[in-house]
């Protein structure tokens, strides 16, 4: 079984920035995508930013110039800097992880870890 633990979120001014963590542990043997979702309230979850196993990244217009996702494979862990933060990007963040393991091919969300950007 992989469990995601994510750490990070918190409360921070207009402007400002926060590093979240994504951390995946259990019985894996490689990991192919890394990516990080939001979901804000009333609205659906969208993709913020995805990276994959060689190094290949992609980021939602939104967040494009602001946001930096990078991955450290020997522990798999992913990051999300995020700088220049808005109000708008107030939301609960979730990692997602596509994993081999020793079941098969999986695809696992962390438990989200709330941004709220405001004054």
């Known amino acids: 079984q992989v469990q995601l633990v994510e750490s990070g979120g918190g409360l921070v001014q207009p402007g400002g920035s926060l590093r979240l963590s994504c951390v995946a542990s259990?019985?894996?043997?490689?990991?192919?995508?890394m990516d990080w979702y939001r979901q804000a309230p009333g609205k659906e979850r969208e993709l913020v930013a995805a990276i994959a196993s060689g190094g290949r990244r992609n980021y939602a217009d939104s967040v494009k110039g602001r946001f930096t996702i990078s991955r450290d494979n020997a522990k798999n862990t992913v990051y999300l800097q995020m700088n220049s933060l808005k109000p708008e990007d107030t939301a609960v963040y979730y990692c997602?992880?596509?994993?081999?393991?020793?079941?098969?091919?999986?695809?696992?969300w962390g438990q989200g870890t709330l941004v709220t950007v405001s004054s």
């Open positions: 997602n992880v596509k994993c081999h393991t020793a079941v098969g091919y999986v695809e696992v």
């Open positions: 259990g019985n894996i043997f490689s990991i192919n995508a």
